[in-house]
C-alpha cells in the first residue's frame, strides 16, 4: 500500500522537474510569506527579550522617586508674595534629602529595600590616567534593586558607608581603562581631591540601556560607586550649600569648597541632597498602593510643595510591552497573509495543472489507478510546493533577520519556536488549498477524460 502511494509521489516530482519554472514561480508566494513570518516573529522577539533586559536592569518591584529641579511659579519651594514692596516665601521644601529616606523606610511596611543615589561628574585620575566618569553615591541596597553583580572584591562594609570612609566600587570599563593591567582591588584611584580605596569591581554589562537610561537605568560600566555618606561628608551636600556658592558655582561641604572640574555644573535651584531615591517593594501588587501612600507622605514632608516626581519603571516597561506585543501580532497577521496568497496561488495552478493534464488522469484511471491515488499525486505536488517553499522560507527568514539587525540595528531572536510555526503552517497550506483541485482530479470521468480536446 505504501508502495503505491510513493509511486503517486515520484510521479508528482517528476511532474514538478517538468515543468521547473512554473514551481519556482507558485512557490514564490510560500517562499516570501515563510520569510516574513520569520522576520517579524524574530522582530517581535528581540523587541520581548529588550523589554525583559529592561526590566531586569531597572529593578523588580522598584519605585523611582526624582526630584523636579526647575519648577514653575506656584509649584516650587521659592513661591513668592509681595507685601509693602518685599517678597516673602509662601512655602519652603527642604528638598528631597536623606530624612525622607529613613521616613520612607521607617513607616511604609511594604518597602522591601531603598537606596539613595547622590551623582557627581568629573574625572577619575590614577597612574597618569585621566578618565571622565560618574561617581554616584549610594548604600549597599542600590545593587540589589538594580541587580548589579560583583565582578571581584567586596561591596561597602556598615562601617564604610556610616562613617562615609573614601572608598568606591568601579565599572568594569573604568577598571580597564584605569587599572588596565593591574587587578584594581585594595589600589587607589583621586576623584577630585579625594583618593578613593578599590573595594570591589562590578561584572560587565552587555545590555544596550539607551532607552532604559530614560527611565533611570545607569551604565554601571563607566560609573564609580561611593558610599552616600562619603558624597555628603567628602564632596557635595546641597542641603548645607550657602548663597556664595550658588554665586561661584562651588558645593560648600564639610568646612571648604569643592568644585567638580569638567562635570556638570549644579544650577542654583538645585536645593535637593539627594538625586533619587530607589523604593523597591515586597510584591508586584504592592505598587501601585505604595506609590499612593509616598506620593501623600512627601507631599506632607515637603510643605505641600509637589518638587518631586515618582514613576514606576517596571510598570512603563510592562506598557511598553504589551503595546510592542500588539504591533508584532499585527505584524504577524500581516506576514501571514501573504502565506495564504501564496496558498491561493498553489491552489490556481493546481486547478489549471488538472486542466492541463486531463487526459493524463483519464488514462491513469483507465489503467486501474484508484481515486485516492489520483489524490495523493496532486496532492504530493501541492505539498511539495509548499514543504520546498517553506524551507526556502526559512533560510531566507534567517538571512533577513541578521540583516535587520545589522543594517537597522534592531535586535532580532530567531527562535525554534518560530521556525516551526511557520513551516507547519506553510506545509498545512499545502495540504489546505491543494486538496480541493486533487478532489477534483480524481473525481472526473474517466471516459470524459480521454475525451477530453
Known sequence: MFRRYFH???????????????????????IFGTAAVISMLAIGSGAQQEILEQIKMVGVNNIVITPVVDLTEGESGENSSSENGKTQKEK??????????????????????IAPEIVANSY???GGRRVA?????????????????????????????????????????????????VDPVNKYLKFGHVW????????????????AENLGVNIVNDNVYIPAQTMLLRYKNRALINSRSFQTGTGFSGGFFFSFSGG??????????????????????QLTTTTEILSRMLFRRHMEVKDYEITVPELLLKQQQHTKDIFNIVL?????????????????IMFATVMERIKEIGIRLALGAKKADIIAQFLSEAILISVSGGLI??????????????????????SPGAVIIAFGVSALIGVIFGFSPAKRAADRDPIESLRYE
Do not use: W
Request: include cysteine; charged fraction near 20%; proline fraction near 2%.
Open 393 to 414: 522560507g526559512v533560510f531566507l527568514g534567517i538571512f533577513f533577520s541578521r540583516l535587520i539587525t545589522k543594517f537597522a540595528g534592531i535586535l532580532t531572536i530567531v
Open 264 to 285: 556638570q555644573e549644579e544650577t542654583s535651584s538645585n536645593y535637593h541632597q539627594l538625586d533619587k531615591i530607589i523604593v523597591q517593594v515586597e510584591e508586584t501588587e
Open 332 to 348: 504577524g497577521a500581516i506576514a501571514s497573509i501573504s502565506l495564504i496568497v501564496g496558498g491561493i496561488g498553489i491552489m490556481n
Open 196 to 211: 578613593l580605596k578599590v573595594v570591589g569591581v562590578l561584572e560587565k554589562t552587555d545590555v544596550n540601556l539607551s532607552a
Open 133 to 181: 566618569a560618574k561617581v554616584i553615591g549610594i548604600n549597599n541596597d542600590y545593587f540589589e534593586v538594580y541587580n548589579i553583580n560583583l565582578g571581584k572584591g567586596t561591596f561597602f562594609s556598615e562601617s564604610q558607608l556610616e562613617q562615609g570612609l573614601p572608598v568606591c566600587v568601579i565599572g568594569a570599563n573604568i577598571s580597564a581603562k584605569v587599572f588596565s593591567d
Open 8 to 30: 503517486d509521489i515520484e510521479i508528482a516530482i517528476e511532474s514538478l522537474l517538468d515543468n521547473k519554472l512554473k514551481s519556482v514561480l507558485t512557490a514564490l508566494g510560500i
Open 124 to 126: 577619575v585620575v590614577q
Open 92 to 113: 519652603f521644601s527642604p528638598g528631597l534629602t536623606m530624612e525622607d529616606l529613613k521616613s520612607i523606610q521607617k513607616i511604609i511596611p511594604s518597602v522591601h529595600k
